[in-house]
């Protein structure tokens, strides 16, 4: 397969600062963000289509992730109600790994990123996406942590690289009850949020010019915010809630690929765009091509991180 059939997006286009991305976006995309419009978070409800296909994949991934015995009463993965109910049922619950599935959740996310004019304004996307089941009610021992999602933090006080984006999506769920709370940063707050080192909690005596987002979280609801906006994680003790979350990136996301110990991950979860890929092989095989192309220096790295996810997806097969 060759590379212009890969993929949709425009591989000649330049590398976007953080203040042209947010215009481009602003300027190229025929969609307006309809729920709301800051200059560094915009808010859309992603189209019907493609959140049924989404909503669908991620069903599919948590119906296989429940423990064998919690799932007798659920017929098929379409029974979304039933499968809530079961998650409620559980304290927490582990996502398995199974690689092919989120290839395909992949696709119908890549089919909304599309519709909104932003696969022509990026080069990477993080894989696997998050599928996330946050529960009513956070462990005692993770809030005490000083990096839970729980205390209003930006990702790049993580270590995660300075031009990503974060997305997330509300799929289904108690969404009144666990939601993100989201700020968005004057322009002349962003140097002193991007080079803060944390703890999270050490920032919140800082935050004049930065400005609360109201929204009421819905379903299908997708949320894109730069690095830069603080957000965090509230829990009022109610139902799970079902979203999924990653992030995208301005630059290319093998221009650096130290070892960096971040927090959450590698520089080996950001990989190129692929909207062409049905299964992890495919996607796998693909990447290799691009790189091949480009950056053979990486190959090896990458070949190590595929290896590595095949064994952690075979640990958790059922
Ligand atoms: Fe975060």
């Given at each position: 397969m060759n590379q212009t059939e890969t993929?949709?997006?425009?591989?000649?286009?330049q590398e976007l600062t953080r203040t042209e991305f947010w215009n481009a976006l602003n300027q190229n995309s025929k969609i307006k963000p309809d729920i709301f419009d800051c200059q560094f978070t915009k808010s859309y409800l992603a189209a019907p289509e493609n959140y049924e296909a989404i909503k669908k994949s991620v069903f599919e991934i948590i119906l296989g992730s429940l423990p064998k015995s919690e799932i007798?009463?659920?017929?098929?993965?379409?029974d979304y109600e039933r499968i809530i109910e079961q998650i409620n049922g559980t304290k927490s619950l582990a996502i398995k790994k199974n690689w092919d599935l989120f290839v395909k959740l992949e696709k119908s996310v890549i089919d909304e990123l599309d519709r909104l004019g932003l696969t022509s304004l990026i080069k990477g996307i993080e894989f696997p996406i998050n599928v996330r089941v946050a529960h009513g009610r956070a462990p005692e021992e993770y809030k005490e942590t000083?990096?839970?999602?729980?205390?209003?933090?930006?990702?790049?006080?993580?270590?995660?690289?300075?031009d990503i984006i974060n997305c997330l999506m509300y799929i289904d769920g108690d969404l009144k009850s666990t939601y993100m709370e989201l700020y968005n940063p004057l322009e002349s707050k962003v140097a002193a949020i991007a080079s803060f080192n944390g703890p999270y909690r050490a920032f919140d005596a800082k935050m004049e010019g930065i400005e609360k987002v109201n929204y009421v979280a819905q379903e299908g609801q997708f949320i894109l915010f730069d690095g830069v906006c603080p957000h965090q994680t509230i829990r009022k003790g109610g139902g799970a809630r079902i979203s999924i979350d990653f992030r995208i990136r301005?630059?290319?996301?093998?221009k650096n690929t130290e070892d960096k110990p971040y927090r959450s991950g590698m520089w080996g979860k950001y990989w190129y765009l692929d909207s062409k890929s049905e299964t992890f092989q495919q996607r796998c095989e693909n990447e290799l091509i691009k790189l091949h192309e480009s950056r053979l220096e990486v190959i090896p790295k990458r070949t190590a991180w595929i290896t590595k996810m095949n064994n952690l997806s075979k640990a958790t097969a059922p």
């Open positions: 993929h949709k997006v425009n591989d000649n286009s007798h009463s659920v017929k098929t993965p379409n000083d990096y839970a999602t729980d205390h209003l933090h930006s990702d790049l006080w993580a270590g995660e690289p300075d301005r630059v290319d996301p093998y």
